[in-house]
């Protein structure tokens, strides 16, 4: 499937609105002409009707037309006069000579009131314009001072006229004609400019997506996660994509970092047991032994075995944590009840090391919002950490309490090697010197895997050293709605 052009997509639109603007704009202009022309033209065809009117007399007697008199000299009368007069009382018509003797359509407004309206011409068939109306013949004071002498007095009144005068739209219509093909042609020309500019422009202005996107296609794998080198002026619109990218170069550059130093670490841990397990298979095979001296070479084997074992558990637990599809649960469980049942499991070891325990709990239960195998995987590696540096001889305090919405436990001890950056304690693979002996019981992996598990939880985990000089994990769960209870 090809992929949309946002080049391609901004022609389009910018063409498409342009296009029906151009419509809109020439249909404008097209009937602004139209309707002026047609003014002019009932302008014209109204004043033709208001000057017939009036030519309209009667002397004698009789009704006398007077514009007959001047149709010579008027040759817009006798060139282009269509009007006819119809007498009402005597049915009579009169016509102008352009009819030749046929007849315009007869029609007034209401009351005898001007009517303007579209006529088809007699013989031609064509179009035309018409205004009908009744008028009446004027009677001059000599003609009424006559019909007086004579005691006959003629009432203009009783002998109405139709008077229809009619203009052929031929010549408007030509130049309409000529009117739509200049904004057709015109538009059309537009457009096709509009849209070369438009073209033009689009790719000046999205050539600093193309300049961006040539510069990370040129990238070696090398260059992945360092930052980019973005052009001298780059636009607002692009700043902060370019931002929000070298943003994630940097976490990439984290991500990449941290998995070097994971990779070494733990190729470093794997190579002292591998290397023992060689060393003691080779000194097992150097020469010929009795059974009891295998066997002992055996069981030296069979540890260091179960040391791999162990280190491979643990960063398979570690490498699952935070997956998709392996959320933890956030299940209501009694923080206090998990802690004491883990300080059970460790008294034998406190006991051998002399280390004493001040457990500062109430002995209530404490509700945490949590996953109780992820609970009891951190409280297992703090003990174990605790019981493993604490000074012989020495206290270790587990205080556990709800305050501020959350559960916090507290474990703490006396140690004789305090480290200077506590932050490090939580990185892969990380042991203090004076641990590195005993591989067996301290793999570097435990408070990695314990502030993983606390953080997929959506708790918190951290390290600080308190005024007696002891350090301290502090460990907070949110307890929601059990807190209100619990703090009570």
Not at 226 to 231: E, K
Request: proline content about 4%; aromatic content about 4%.
């Amino acid at each position: 499937m090809r992929s949309p052009s946002i080049q391609r997509t901004l022609l389009l639109r910018c063409g498409l609105a342009v296009g029906v603007l151009l419509c809109l704009l020439s249909s404008s202009i097209y009937l602004i002409v139209r309707h002026g022309l047609f003014r002019e033209l009932d302008r014209s065809i109204i004043q033709t009707a208001s000057l017939l009117s009036n030519q309209v007399e009667l002397e004698n007697g009789a009704i006398t037309f007077e514009w007959r008199e001047g149709v010579g000299t008027n040759l817009a009368l006798h060139d282009d006069g269509l009007f006819q007069f119809w007498n009402e009382a005597t049915g009579a018509t009169t016509r102008s000579a352009k009819l030749i003797g046929l007849n315009l359509p007869e029609f007034c407004g209401e009351d005898g009131t001007p009517l303007l309206k579209e006529i088809e011409l007699p013989g031609s068939g064509r179009q035309a314009r018409a205004i009908g109306m009744r008028i009446y013949p004027f009677v001059l004071p000599e003609e009424l001072e006559r019909m007086q002498t004579r005691g006959r007095i003629i009432d203009p009144k009783t002998l109405p006229h139709i008077l229809v005068v009619a203009r052929d739209t031929k010549s408007v219509d030509r130049v309409l004609n000529r009117t739509r093909w200049v904004l057709g042609v015109g538009t059309l020309l537009t457009l096709g400019l509009g849209f070369l500019v438009i073209h033009r422009v689009i790719r000046v202005t999205l050539r600093p997506i193309d300049e961006l996107t040539l510069h990370m296609k040129g990238r070696s794998e090398q260059q992945l996660d360092s930052a980019l080198v973005l052009p001298g002026k780059l636009p607002a619109e692009l700043a902060g994509l370019a931002e929000n990218f070298d943003s994630l170069l940097a976490r990439v550059a984290a991500i990449r970092k941290r998995e070097r130093d994971f990779i070494r670490h733990a190729a470093h841990e794997l190579r002292t047991p591998i290397a023992g397990l060689r060393a003691t298979t080779d000194l097992a095979l150097s020469q010929p032994r009795a059974a009891a001296a295998y066997a002992d070479h055996l069981t030296t084997c069979q540890k260091t075995a179960v040391e791999l074992g162990e280190l491979v558990n643990r960063l398979s637990a570690l490498s699952r944590i935070g997956q998709e599809g392996s959320s933890p649960s956030r299940d209501a469980i009694d923080i206090g009840k998990v802690l004491d049942d883990r300080l059970k499991s460790f008294l034998p070891r406190f006991k051998d090391r002399g280390l004493r325990v001040n457990q500062q709990t109430r002995g209530e239960p404490l509700i945490a919002n949590g996953d109780v195998t992820l609970v009891r995987i951190i409280f297992n590696n703090l003990l174990d950490n605790a019981v493993s540096y604490a000074s012989p001889g020495s206290e270790i305090r587990v205080d556990a309490k709800a305050t501020g919405g959350k559960v916090a436990i507290r474990i703490a001890n006396q140690t004789d090697e305090m480290p200077d950056n506590l932050d490090r304690l939580f990185e892969p693979l990380f042991r203090r010197d004076a641990s590195r002996a005993d591989a067996d019981a301290h793999l570097g992996i435990g408070l990695t895997l314990s502030v993983e598990a606390a953080t997929a939880m959506g708790a918190t985990l951290q390290a600080r050293k308190t005024d007696e000089g002891r350090i301290e994990f502090l460990l907070e769960m949110d307890c929601g709605i059990h807190c209100r209870h619990q703090e009570g």
